[in-house]
């Protein structure tokens, strides 16, 4: 078994604040791709508000085509969702895997969510207990857990207090989003080592914005502290759109480099990936953050 999960979020986190909207058709492909990449989740999209986030108003015709397909084996599909409505449109059209959260801002919030973060903690909790009970996976994530755009630093026990919650109330996989890419190695390995002494059967998951070029490191910094679940995005897409500046995600090839070059998931195809973000950054007509895709990979072998 591996010790690193690798969760796409490209077609999702990496589309959403793209103002040229990619067909369903390429969607479909691009997924397609993806399956057979070596990757262990992907997330194919949200059931989200179309008017708020038009990139994502095929979320549920996306999820049809590929539950008509039935379940293959390999990569299963997530789905964002933020409230109840969102949920029944997933289980209604085949999604089984749902990650869910509250942001720890109360400002990001109330502009993601239209909610402050104790409504939106309720909200959530309902939402996850609807979803459990209909026999999908949950996972619940704290944005703008290491700090807000809007309100800078965010304390650090306001995230462990969500955590708590969550874990309390029988959700015991857990992703830390750095939703405004404020965080820092030093920082990141405090907040899952305090995580973990929660509970020490907590599946940590993390999600870093490369706002400020610090998404790798962090990245390193979590391995290190033993969070397992890694969300990333093919060609470094993505950004929330509601927070005060968007910063592409973890990139997906440069993480799956670095950790061939460390000796794990040498089973993962880097060059789908690098395939898929090429043909990303041929759509969109401009480079994206990503580096292997262009560079390539260094050649087996050679270490310095």
């Known amino acids: 078994m591996s010790d690193v999960f690798l969760h796409e979020v490209g077609m999702r986190d990496g589309l959403q604040v793209e103002a040229g909207v990619v067909p369903t058709a390429r969607k479909i492909a691009w997924i397609g791709r993806l399956l057979g990449s070596g990757v262990d989740l992907i997330q194919a999209g949200s059931f989200v508000n179309p008017k708020l986030v038009p990139q994502m108003a095929d979320t549920d015709e996306m999820f049809r085509h590929f539950a008509a397909m039935g379940r293959p084996r390999g990569p299963r599909l997530s789905a964002l969702v933020l409230n109840e409505r969102g949920l029944e449109r997933g289980l209604a059209c085949g999604a089984d895997y749902f990650c869910m959260g509250v942001s720890a801002s109360e400002t990001h919030s109330r502009k993601n969510t239209g909610m402050g973060t104790d409504e939106a903690i309720e909200r959530m909790l309902a939402t996850g207990r ?43 996989a857990i992703s830390l989003a750095d939703t405004a890419g404020h965080a820092v190695p030093p920082q990141v390995a405090r907040l899952f080592r305090d995580i973990h002494a929660i509970d020490p059967g907590i599946v940590c998951a993390c999600h870093f914005h490369d706002t400020y070029g610090l998404a790798m490191v962090n990245a390193w910094a979590a391995l ?22 968007a910063g592409g995600n973890l990139c997906t090839e440069d993480f799956v480099h670095l950790l061939q070059r460390t000796g794990r998931r040498p089973d993962v195809s880097l060059e789908v990936i690098n395939e898929v973000a090429a043909e990303a950054e041929r759509f969109f007509r401009r480079a994206l953050p990503g580096v292997v895709h262009r560079t390539g990979v260094i050649p087996s072998g050679r270490t310095s």
Do not use: N, W
């Open 224 to 245: 290190d502290a033993g969070v397992t679940y890694f969300e990333s995005a093919f060609a470094g897409l993505g950004g929330c759109p509601f927070t005060a500046l």
């Open 130 to 172: 609807r979803a459990r009970e209909a026999g999908a996976t949950v996972q619940m994530s704290v944005q703008s857990a290491f700090g807000c755009g809007y309100e800078g630093r965010v304390p650090e026990t306001r995230v462990l207090k969500i955590v708590d919650r969550f874990v309390t109330e029988g959700f015991h």
